[in-house]
């Protein structure tokens, strides 16, 4: 499955209805975030049951200041509605991929148990 186009609008919406969402926060005028754009295209298309979006920073202010980007490219990735990845700067394939795998084998569900406030 190739990237979507994520805006201010369809945002909430793209989690609540995913598993997995990958954000690539970009512009066109970043250099490093051209050079990331083919590798991340490349794993979206070995990945076509994970959604791989891309915020275009410039179009979408709005949503880009929201997620406190301050450095392009930053890629988020959600599981289950939940931010469980954010890092600025471009990954090689390699890395992506080992984000990717990371985050499809995080157990959402220990990771809310373990953020819980506990009571004595």
């Known amino acids: 499955m190739a990237t979507i186009d994520i805006t201010e609008q369809n945002f909430a919406e793209t989690l609540e209805n995913n598993e997995i969402v990958f954000v690539d926060f970009w512009a066109a005028w970043c250099g490093p975030c051209r050079m990331f ?31 406190n980007i301050s450095s392009i490219p930053t890629l988020m990735a959600f599981k289950h509605k939940a931010l469980v990845f954010a890092q600025p700067g471009a990954l090689n394939a390699t890395g992506l991929e080992e984000v990717i795998q990371e985050v499809k084998n995080l157990d959402t569900n220990q990771l809310q148990a373990d953020t819980a406030p506990q009571h004595p």
Do not use: S, W
């Open 37 to 67: 754009a083919p590798t991340y295209g490349a794993a979206a298309e070995r990945h076509p049951e994970i959604i791989f979006a891309k915020v275009d920073t410039e179009a979408e202010q709005a949503l880009a200041a929201a997620a």
